[in-house]
Nanobody, 127 residues
C-alpha cells in the first residue's frame, strides 16, 4: 500500500492554469500506475489521466486531451497534473490514485475498486 498526499489546486479563472502534485510514500511507487480522477457535484468520479509505471505511456479523457498533462518523477515518488486552458466545466474535486498492477488499461477499467486514494482537493474554475 502507498499513502498519497495531494497539493496544488484552488481557484482559477477560465483559461488559466494549475498544477496538482501527488506525493506517495513507500518504496514501490515506481512500479505503480498512477492516475488522476475528478468528481463534480452530483456526478460520479471519472477518469482524467493515467500514466504507466514507466512514464512512457499515458491515457487522457477526451474532455482534457490537449489541455492537461500527466507526468511522474519516480525519484521523487511524485505524480503531477498540469492543467492548462481551464474551463468552468473542469470544476471538481480532483483525486490521485495508485494501482499496483502498473499498467494503464486495468486502472482505466477498474479504478472504482482501487484502495489507494489521495485526500482530494477542490479545483474551482470561474467564468
Amino acid at each position: 500500500q502507498v499513502q498519497l498526499v495531494e497539493s496544488g489546486g484552488g481557484l482559477v479563472q477560465s483559461g488559466g492554469s494549475l498544477r496538482r502534485s501527488c506525493a506517495a510514500s513507500g518504496r514501490t511507487f515506481s512500479s505503480y500506475a498512477m492516475g488522476w480522477f475528478r468528481q463534480a457535484p452530483g456526478k460520479e468520479r471519472d477518469i482524467v489521466a493515467v500514466i504507466h509505471w514507466s512514464g512512457d505511456n499515458t491515457y487522457y479523457a477526451d474532455s482534457v486531451k490537449g489541455r492537461f498533462t500527466i507526468s511522474r518523477d519516480n525519484a521523487k515518488n511524485t505524480v503531477y497534473l498540469q492543467m492548462n486552458s481551464l474551463k468552468p466545466e473542469d470544476t471538481a474535486v480532483y483525486y490521485c490514485t495508485a494501482d499496483p498492477r502498473g499498467t494503464i488499461e486495468p486502472m482505466r477499467v477498474t479504478y472504482r475498486y482501487l484502495e489507494n486514494w489521495g485526500q482530494g482537493t477542490l479545483v474551482t474554475v470561474s467564468s
